[in-house]
């Protein structure tokens, strides 16, 4: 069966489960659910932070702050991807499209599918890391042997949450905690797909400049006897341009998530960086470190994908005018050489994702990311 998509079926079934992919049935009660839950566990955390802020020590005001920012992160991705239906569904058109325009060509095929395939390893790395970082956040807290009817100590939770409700039983007890494994997995889940999502729309863009590189190396030389034709011109003005126009869709849907994940994602860098560095030294360093660790790793991994998708995004655009200029454009007649002249004028003005339109994602942008983190550090550890 040949594939006709570059996006992973993961990807796709965690966007059915939250009412993101269109056309599927029960939208509208998926989106409601979550919408329900999310603002439950955030209630939960806020009444936390708020009755401990002056009682309970700086560790776990931060471990509190961590997840309640990751939540957040979660709920803003959903909102912009509801709210945003209709460029997701023309990004979708398109993409399909660049895969029916490529069934009579090899080589179109060949770099489509290999994209695909790039896509589905970091998809399936992406979603294998989320996973692990949540077993090793929670297991800890569902194993334990917690006597719930002991008054004089709460019982722990896989988050700092201060439920509205009493848990009174050893049963009830576990039910909630098993329940917020869960739930925390999927949401984990859903911050993968949404990311992995960005990749493999980014390699897509490359596959396609990839080709229309190749298409304008062809389009230059005289080998194999091949006469160009106005068709052909055609082609490669129509092709840069859909290229040009599927990366503003990317830029528009994700823009603004990038803004609230980098806003966010400076903070919690330096909230579980905290976290880790406070645990040593102390009784239970082994387990503080290991539960903190895979969660600080993912949170970097994150902030780095979207840097490194703007990066790809931005490199892959220069190549294109590179070809351009480089092909044998002395084999051209003067009317032919407008088009490479065209390509290495729009090519001036790269293709980029931006942070909020603020400013561009790069490997630039993700350094200062991590110096502004590690300058907070250094500030939270001298407060301790």
Same mark, same amino acid.
């Given at each position: ?8 079926? +993961?990807?796709k079934?965690?966007? +059915? ?6 056309g ?6 998926c989106?409601?659910?979550? +919408? ?19 009682s309970?020590?700086?560790?776990n ?7 309640? %920012? ?6 803003t ?29 090899? %080589? ?24 692990? =970082? ?18 004089? =100590? ?21 039910m909630?905690?098993?329940t &917020?494994?869960?739930?925390?997995i ?14 493999t ?29 106005? =068709? ?11 290229? +040009? ?14 803004l609230? &994940? ?8 330096? =909230? ?32 780095? %994908? ?38 290495? %004028?729009?090519?001036?003005? &790269? ?34």
């Amino acid at each position: 069966m040949i594939r006709e998509s570059t996006i992973n079926r +993961i990807i796709k079934i965690i966007f +059915i489960l939250f009412g993101i992919w269109p056309g599927t049935s029960c939208v509208l009660l998926c989106r409601i659910f979550w +919408i329900i839950t999310i603002t439950f566990v955030q209630f939960s955390h806020y009444r936390y932070f708020r009755m401990h802020f002056y009682s309970d020590d700086l560790f776990n005001l931060m471990d509190c702050l961590s997840s309640f %920012l990751a939540y957040t992160k979660v709920m803003t991705k959903f909102i912009v991807f509801w709210l945003n239906e209709r460029k997701f569904i023309k990004t979708l058109t398109m993409m399909t499209k660049d895969w029916h325009d490529c069934v009579n060509s090899e %080589l179109g095929m060949q770099e489509t599918m290999c994209k695909a395939k790039l896509s589905d390893r970091i998809t399936n790395a992406i979603f294998v890391l989320h996973t692990l =970082s949540v077993v090793a956040y929670g297991t800890r807290i569902v194993l334990a042997n917690v006597d719930i009817t002991d008054r004089e =100590s709460k019982p722990p939770y896989i988050h700092k949450m201060e439920l509205p409700f009493d848990v009174n039983t050893q049963r009830g007890y576990k039910m909630v905690v098993i329940t &917020q494994f869960a739930y925390v997995i999927m949401c984990s889940w859903a911050a993968g797909a949404v990311n992995s999502f960005l990749l493999t729309l980014i390699l897509h863009i490359g596959g396609q400049m990839d080709i229309l590189r190749s298409w304008l190396t062809d389009f230059a030389s005289n080998e194999n006897g091949k006469k160009r034709t106005s =068709s052909t011109r055609n082609e490669i003005i129509e092709k840069h341009q859909r290229i +040009i126009n599927f990366s503003e869709k990317v830029e528009n849907l994700y823009t603004y998530i990038a803004l609230l &994940q980098f806003a966010s994602n400076t903070i919690m860098i330096c =909230s579980l960086a905290f976290l880790i560095v406070s645990a040593i030294g102390t009784p239970n360093a082994t387990e503080q470190i290991i539960r903190s660790l895979l969660f600080y790793a993912i949170t970097n991994l994150e902030a780095f %994908l979207f840097c490194f998708a703007g990066e790809y995004l931005n490199n892959k655009s220069k190549a294109i005018g590179i070809a351009a200029y480089n092909s044998a454009w002395y084999n051209l007649k003067p009317e032919e050489t407008r088009i490479l002249l065209l390509i290495m %004028l729009r090519s001036q003005k &790269q293709l980029t994702l931006t942070v909020g339109k603020l400013t561009n994602l790069s490997l630039e942008y993700f350094a200062s990311i991590m110096n502004a983190s590690g300058s907070y550090l250094s500030v939270m550890l001298a407060m301790q």
